[in-house]
């Protein structure tokens, strides 16, 4: 008898890979959504194929969700990233995609089910 096949499940928190020195980090099926070429509308990822995969996204601030400890750390000295930040998930459904440094300060995004 055939062993069924088990589906994929997208953004498994068990398989996010540590975060480095910063506290970067980016999930593995990310890559399944970025968007090439790159949009000026919507940035790196499809919003449109995170859709389709039945997901949408948020993001979370830095400068707005970090302790006032983490911050004035990364004040200091930004080349050092974040790696004590702990961001908070928008939902209780939610599912950590990443956490990068950007133009304006690190952020953190999160995916999460389309409510049917």
Known sequence: ?????QPIHLFEQARLPARDAKGW???PD????????LRDD???VDAQRLKEAGLTYMWVEFESDAPDAVRDAYDAN???GAPSWGPTPPTDRCLLAGIWECEFGPVAYFVFPVSP
């Open 30 to 37: 990310l890559a399944r959504f970025h968007a090439v070429p």
């Open 42 to 44: 919507e940035g790196f």
């Open 1 to 5: 008898m055939d062993t069924p096949i």
């Open 25 to 27: 980090v980016e999930h």
């Open 78 to 80: 930004p080349a050092a």
